[in-house]
Every structure is written in structure tokens, then in C-alpha cells.
């Protein structure tokens, strides 16, 4: 649970970091806090980042910056398919990643799969600035349950685009066997030919990016072009990672491809354009050594199991 320490005239919510460290955000508002049968939560209106969401202690999204963030997470993946038409979204509770998958208009149908109902209400009705409406959009299908058993049962060639936006690995958390080479083989199966996955893939700080290094690795064991990539983001405090992997490895998804498709889509990014791109996958070189000393592939027997 969020830590709120009260003075007179100033409050402060401690979240978690870096295992012996924390952050600390002044707090003009506490909206919700509590705890749904999944995860604990707060919903808390700050002075430096405006109405952020926080689950089990850690930022997970900022009015401040989520659009950095999700347009970093969903364009890269999008362009990589000629005309994606039907496209499934696991996790993103708080619904801007509906809201950046809606802005191609070749979609028509967004599928958004998350197990946990209590937080995804509340973030109808906290986060109208991220979500912008996209819930309501008739495109969209929200499913609430767990996302692998749900892929599992989708037919196959289902989507053109998959969006993984799952919370991190931790040891023993929810997650752990949602970054595995089983798990991927289950996405590669409900996409189609030509059809991509987007992911966020961790922290790429010192003392993380083994983990990140790892996922590449497990995505490599199952889809043949992988493309890792990073961002700054402000609220985090730190560099994110994330890939596209597709399912044919002819797909390009270079910087050129990228503006030729925003443009052909009248997509006006504030963030993320090929140029933009090109930097995030400039990643720093002991990030690449991570990835290519990684030899170890997350397995449901032996998943990933990151330490915050």
C-alpha cells in the first residue's frame, strides 16, 4: 500500500523503487486508495505529475507523462502491420492504450483483457484525461479475466496486432508467467501472418537489465525478428523497456517505415516519429551485452524473477 506521510502543509506518498530505495511525491489529493482481490492501489492527484495511478506501491501512469510512455509502447507495433483491423490489448487498465490504438484508422475491432474489474473502474473514473473516452468507443470489447487463460482460448490467426501490457515479473507476483517462452508461443498463435507484439519489458536500469536481456532472449526462441528498444520516462525515474517482435521476419519496421504509415494515417504523434525512434533503438552498450550474453530462456518452470 501507498505510504502517505502527513506535515501541516505537506504530504507525501513514498513509493516503491530500486530494492533500499524510494521516491517520494508531494500529494495534493488522495481520490481512491484500497486494495481489489488482485493488487493494492491509490489514485492520488500530485504537484509534480498531476493524477497518477499507483499499484502495489509503484507508479504505473502519470497525466504528466503517459503519453510519452504509450506512444512508445503502441506505435511502434501498429506500424509494423500494413492495415492492423483487429487488435487485442492485455492489461492497460487505465485505457490511454485503447485511446492510442483507436487513432489508426484501419482498426476495427480492440479486444482489452484485464483480470482486475475494481481497478479498471476506478480508472474510468479518475483518469478521464488518459482514457479520453476510448472505453465507450463501439469498437471496443473489455473482457475481465486472467489474459493468458483468455489468449489461450482465442482461435488462431486472431489479431493483427497484440499489446502486452503487463505488470512486471516480480518473484512470486502475478506476472511471472507472462513473460515466458509458453506465454509468447501463445501470442504467436493468435496472430496472424504478418501480425506483430508489442510489449513492455521492464526497467532497463543497472541492476535490471539482466531481466530485460532475458525477455529478448525468450522472445528470440519464439518469433524471428525481434526489435528491443528503450525510453526515458519522467514519472518512472527511469529508462523503459520495450520490443516489437513479429511473426515475419521481413516485416519493417524501420524509422522510414514508421513515418511513411503516421503520415499515410494522419497520425500527428507528440512524442514518438522516426526520428524519435531512431534513438530508442540506439540502446546503451551494456544493455546490448545484457541481451547478448542472455542465454537463459524464461520457461513456466523457470520464469523470470525480478527483485524490486
Known sequence: MTDIWQQPRTRCAYLASGAGEVSCVEVRQVLAEGKSPFQSYAFLDTVAFGRILVLDGVIQSADFDEWMYHEA???????????????????????????????????????????????????RRHLPQQHQ????????????????????????????????????????????????????????????????????????????????GQVMRTLESVYPRVLPYASWITSFAEQWGFAVATTDQNVDVSPAALDARLAQRQIDPRYLDGTAFVGLCHLPRYVRQAIETATDVATDAHPISLER
Do not use: N
Not at 74 to 79: H, Q
Not at 88 to 93: E, R, S, W
Not at 153 to 167: E, G, K, N
Open 133 to 212: 473516452g476510448a472505453f465507450d468507443d463501439p469498437r471496443v470489447e473489455l473482457v475481465f479475466d486472467d489474459a493468458r487463460a483468455w489468449l489461450e482460448r482465442q482461435r488462431s490467426d486472431s489479431f493483427d496486432v497484440v499489446l502486452a501490457d503487463l505488470t512486471e515479473p516480480l518473484a512470486g507476483g502475478p506476472s511471472a508467467k507472462l513473460f515466458t517462452q509458453e506465454f509468447y508461443g501463445i501470442t504467436h498463435r493468435a496472430l496472424a501472418d504478418g501480425g506483430a507484439l508489442g510489449l513492455q519489458a521492464g526497467s532497463i536500469r543497472l541492476g535490471f537489465c539482466a531481466a530485460y
Open 73 to 123: 509502447f503502441v506505435i511502434p507495433a501498429m506500424c509494423a502491420v500494413k492495415a492492423p483491423r483487429r487488435v487485442a490489448v492485455l492489461g492497460g487498465g487505465e485505457g490511454a492504450m485503447l485511446r492510442e490504438v483507436l487513432r489508426h484508422p484501419s482498426v476495427e475491432a480492440v479486444t482489452m483483457v484485464d483480470i482486475d474489474e475494481e481497478v479498471v473502474d476506478l480508472c
